[in-house]
């Protein structure tokens, strides 16, 4: 059985719960549904609607995703930097940070996603949790620019309106 098929997401058999990884549980492009006046979205819309979708529809962004916070705050130096998302995943027992942008992937903004990652795998995982892992949700990505990301724990996916 095969768990990657973006399109609909398959509940997962007790016996390869073990064998999965992140790429099996996001889908890709996650559907963002909003009114048809809408021209353009910025990422607090974004952000608004994935937490409001949390209540209603919570498979949408994937499977075994619980919120431990949304606009996260982390303190470095007498510095306020804010996770857009934080996810604990029950079946892969690892925190996942995931950073929005209402904009084609950037090479830049995996830093920015790498430095949180870094953050909650020193200040925040606990010793029985799984490498921390990051999710860029991006509005078009760029299968060939992203082949040259070098961190395995960084996955980029995207969104779609409908």
Known sequence: MSFKDKENIKLIEN???NNLTIEDMIKDPILI???SNINRLDEKAIHKYIINMLENRFLELGTGFT???HEYKIMINNHTYKIDLLFFNYLLNAFIVVE???REYNPKDI???EFYVNYVDKNIKLA???KTIGLLIVKKKDKYV???VTN???YVTTYKLV
């Open 15 to 17: 016996n390869n719960k």
């Open 33 to 35: 549904k909003v009114d």
């Open 67 to 69: 919120l431990a916070g």
């Open 100 to 102: 929005l942008k209402t």
């Open 111 to 113: 830093g920015q996603l």
């Open 128 to 130: 029985n949790h799984q």
């Open 146 to 148: 992203i082949e040259y």
């Open 152 to 154: 395995e724990d960084i």
